[in-house]
């Protein structure tokens, strides 16, 4: 049976080669953070383009949208005019041949 002092020994043993892992651990946990703080970074860089070329993209949808309603506005006014003129011209034919007559 061992002695007293060499049970303490080989506890102090184990004690000091669980220290040493400890601060592996430490260590490696340090470099992890280190690692994901740098991909958070990066990441959130990457995140800031993106998000700046989707309102650069939604900015020149939005003008190239209201040019185009501003053309289908025009074209739907002259329609409806022509459309009046023609009513007016179908109701009043007599008026059209006198108009015929002045030119």
């Given at each position: ?7 303490l020994g ?9 220290d040493?892992?400890l ?7 340090k ?10 970074d990066?990441l959130?860089?990457?995140?800031e ?26 074209w739907v006014w ?16 007599d008026a ?8």
């Amino acid at each position: 049976m061992a002695t007293t002092a060499e049970r303490l020994g080989v506890v102090e043993t184990k004690v000091h080669n669980l220290d040493e892992k400890l601060d592996d651990l430490k260590v490696d946990v340090k470099d992890v953070h280190d690692c994901l703080d740098r991909t958070r970074d990066e990441l959130t860089g990457q995140l800031e383009k993106m998000y700046n070329a989707s309102c650069d993209q939604h900015s020149a949808l939005s003008n190239e949208i209201s040019i185009l309603k501003a053309q289908r506005d025009k074209w739907v006014w002259t329609s409806a005019g022509a459309l009046v003129v023609l009513a007016w011209l179908s109701a009043h034919g007599d008026a059209l041949g006198h108009l015929i007559k002045l030119f």
